[in-house]
């Protein structure tokens, strides 16, 4: 849209600070693949409750096992994506136990990997062991299917879905025995029952003098006998216990992933598929949070339009939209689906999300503006948001958008404590908070747009090129 024909509210909602022609461009080189599955696993840690960092050293574990065997380099680069994103599964589906039985993500997985489904589901949910059975048995083939949407090859996918197979034939999903487990999927399962005994101690010193040990207990019954032979030999090095404990290990895993074939570049289309299929797994953790992401994301790029915004700054905005929740996999789903007013101890985990979101999008070289935005989308103009208690101006203009955008799209969704609203009482709902909540001059810009473009359920999607 020109500029000499924007709507007068369109004009009055940039900040005067602003050039009205500035360019946001897109990052000078965008993320590489490895990097975003680097950063974004770090999102699953959060869905898990695990200690910062397990999916890195799980990477890290199993790709020096991988150098150690002699491996090719397709199949390292295989073993890098599959133990960074092994875990994928696991957010839907910890989301839909935790609201079932009402428990916390750590009371499904503090016993580590090894232990059986069955087994497990007794102790956290004896009145509903069937279904929690059979959530927790489907979740390495639900994390097969987000490294499909990921657009990772097939042995990725096949060493997921087979993370949780033993050596002796008693895991799952399919039972697979010994070398009928491809071997990928080997590694990532010794590298994940390796991590959890290393995680499990107080400090190095005594991982290192216990592992042997505890590995003798997996040893041709969880573990290929080949790769604990060779775990015993890798531990024995200074240098593998220096790494293991880097505090920038997730940085380091990405710098060091085996070159990408001839044809693979950095690409903002990889990007937006990470961000599209990650915003998803960030709508899972809610009961009735379906597309919110996208639909915010969709919004704000309207948004963007009418205010002029230029192609490369419209394509950062988007990706922060679609991520601005990204940080809800580190709040509990039975907060997130709580139907009441949240304790203090739960808004206070609520409140988490940003920072979080900021945490995961700023891991990733280039996008440390965009992660800012999200870091501020809960932040008000009357300085009573969070995290930093902002106010007016020192908010983004992009951090304000997406505020709006976020607010309408909940308020025309279903929630646990209401119904969804209808556009023309969002609307009347979001003035009542102009000025004070959200961004007066955003909201008017909003309320000026057509009911058709305002739809969280038919706003049309921009033809703009990613």
Not at 29 to 49: H, N, R, V, W, Y
Not at 117 to 139: F, G
Not at 290 to 296: D, I, L
Not at 395 to 418: C, G, Q
Request: aromatic share 4%; glycine share 6%; hydrophobic share 40%.
């Amino acid at each position: 849209m020109p500029a000499n024909k924007r709507s007068t509210a369109a004009r009055a909602a940039e900040p005067k600070h602003q050039k009205q022609d500035e360019e946001q461009p897109w990052p000078l080189a965008a993320p590489s693949q490895a990097e975003l599955a680097s950063a974004f696993a770090q999102g699953i840690d959060l869905a898990e409750g695990h200690r910062p960092g397990h999916a890195a050293r799980v990477c890290y574990i199993a790709t020096n096992l991988a150098q150690a065997l002699g491996l090719s380099t397709e199949v390292r680069r295989a073993v890098s994506y599959a133990s960074l994103l092994h875990d994928a599964g696991t957010v839907s589906t910890a989301a839909e136990i935790c609201r079932l039985i009402n428990v916390s993500e750590e009371a499904i997985f503090y016993s580590g990997p090894e232990r059986p489904p069955e087994q497990l589901a007794l102790e956290i949910a004896p009145n509903d062991t069937e279904v929690v059975v059979k959530l927790l048995r489907a979740h390495p083939e639900q994390g097969a299917q987000v490294a499909r949407d990921l657009n990772c090859d097939a042995t990725v996918q096949e060493a997921i879905a087979s993370h949780h197979e033993r050596w002796d034939g008693h895991g799952y999903p399919q039972s697979l025995k010994g070398e009928a487990i491809p071997i990928v999927g080997r590694l990532v399962a010794t590298a994940d029952v390796i991590e959890f005994l290393i995680s499990g101690e107080d400090n190095a010193l005594v991982a290192r003098r216990n592992l042997l040990a505890e590995l003798g207990e997996h040893d041709g019954l969880t573990l290929d006998p080949e790769l604990v032979q060779k775990t015993r030999e890798l531990v024995g090095s200074d240098a593998f216990w220096l790494g293991i404990y880097r505090d920038d290990l997730s940085q380091v895993v990405a710098a060091t992933f085996p070159e990408e074939p001839q044809g693979v570049d950095r690409s903002p289309a990889h990007l937006y598929t990470f961000a599209k299929v990650f915003a998803g797994l960030a709508d899972s953790k809610g009961d009735n949070t379906k597309h919110h992401n996208q639909r915010t994301a969709d919004l704000a790029d309207h948004l963007a339009e009418a205010l002029g915004f230029s192609a490369g700054r419209r394509s950062m905005l988007h990706i922060a939209a679609l991520l601005h929740n990204v940080g809800l996999l580190g709040v509990p789903a039975r907060v997130i689906a709580k139907p009441d007013i949240l304790s203090l101890k739960e808004m206070e985990a609520m409140r988490k999300h940003p920072t979080y979101s900021e945490m995961i999008l700023g891991a990733l070289p280039g996008m440390e503006e965009a992660a800012r935005w999200v870091g501020a989308h809960h932040e008000r103009p009357d300085a009573k948001g969070y995290p930093e208690m902002w106010e007016a101006e020192m908010i983004p203009i992009e951090a304000r958008i997406i505020a709006v955008a976020d607010t309408y799209v909940a308020l025309t969704s279903t929630r646990p404590y209401r119904g969804a609203l209808s556009d023309k009482d969002a609307r009347q709902v979001l003035k009542g908070g102009a000025g004070t909540q959200l961004d007066a001059k955003v909201v008017k810009l909003l309320c000026s747009l057509s009911p058709t473009a305002t739809s969280s359920r038919t706003a049309p999607r921009s033809r703009r090129k990613r």
